[in-house]
Structure formats: structure tokens, C-alpha cells
């Protein structure tokens, strides 16, 4: 492999996520598993960390058991740290399955986002209460 596994497993950075209703500091770590939680009716998984091929499997799961017993997935991306072309893929595909809404998108996937045009397909709230609610 091109990476070094020992180095990869013990990769962390700290990172504020939102929960609703306030605010809360997580370890994100390298491919770690999202929280999730029920709020008003939706399921809402709080992503963090680093997602592109190789972590993304612990988010792609979350999102397809949520979709599968909840009419509304609301994620929220506020602590995601990194994100490429396989978190974007994923978020399309659970987009055309459920009704999805991503909540406060940390800058670099507001530019991700941006730089591909999806800011104008997937609905992209402020707050996990305006998510639930609309």
C-alpha cells in the first residue's frame, strides 16, 4: 500500500461539530464513525474528520441505514475537515435515495461544493433546527 497504516490509524485533529441545539467540541479522527442521533422526526448524522476513498465507508453506511428508516437525513458537515470526489459522490447518491439536507458545510465543502456546482442540487441549511423544519 502507498500509505503508511500504523500513521494512518493514529491520525486526529480537534474540530467543533454541531449538535443540535448547541454546539460541541469532537476528536474527528481519520475514517472515524459519525454521530448520529434522532431529532424532530429526522435522523441526523453529525459527520467529522477527513472523508475521501479510503474513510469514507463509515459515513457511507450511516447515510443508507438512515435512508432506509427515515423520511428526512439531515447531515451535518460542519467538522468535516477534508472531503473529495468519493464524499461528493456519496452525498449525490444519498441525495437521488432520501430526502437529504446538509447543515452548515464547513469551508472546504462549501468549496468542494462550489467548485462542482452541487450547491445548486443539494439543499444546504444554516442550523439542524432549519434542516428538520423545513
Given at each position: ?6 500513521a ?102 462549501q ?14 441549511r444554516?442550523t ?7
Amino acid at each position: 500500500m502507498f500509505w503508511n497504516e500504523t500513521a494512518l490509524s493514529t491520525r486526529t485533529s480537534s474540530t467543533s461539530g454541531t449538535l443540535a441545539p448547541q454546539r460541541i467540541t469532537v476528536d474527528a479522527s481519520y475514517g472515524s464513525a459519525p454521530r448520529q442521533y434522532e431529532y424532530r422526526g429526522a435522523w441526523v448524522i453529525a459527520a467529522s474528520g477527513e472523508y475521501d476513498l479510503a474513510s469514507i465507508a463509515p459515513l457511507q453506511e450511516a447515510l443508507k441505514a438512515a435512508a432506509r428508516k427515515y423520511p428526512k437525513v439531515v447531515l451535518d458537515a460542519s467538522a468535516v475537515t477534508f472531503a473529495d470526489s468519493a464524499f461528493l459522490n456519496l452525498l449525490i447518491l444519498a441525495h437521488q435515495t432520501a430526502s437529504l439536507r446538509i447543515v452548515a458545510p464547513s469551508r472546504q465543502v462549501q468549496r468542494l461544493f462550489g467548485i462542482s456546482g452541487v450547491d445548486s442540487v443539494l439543499e444546504i441549511r444554516q442550523t439542524i433546527e432549519e434542516a428538520t423544519a423545513s
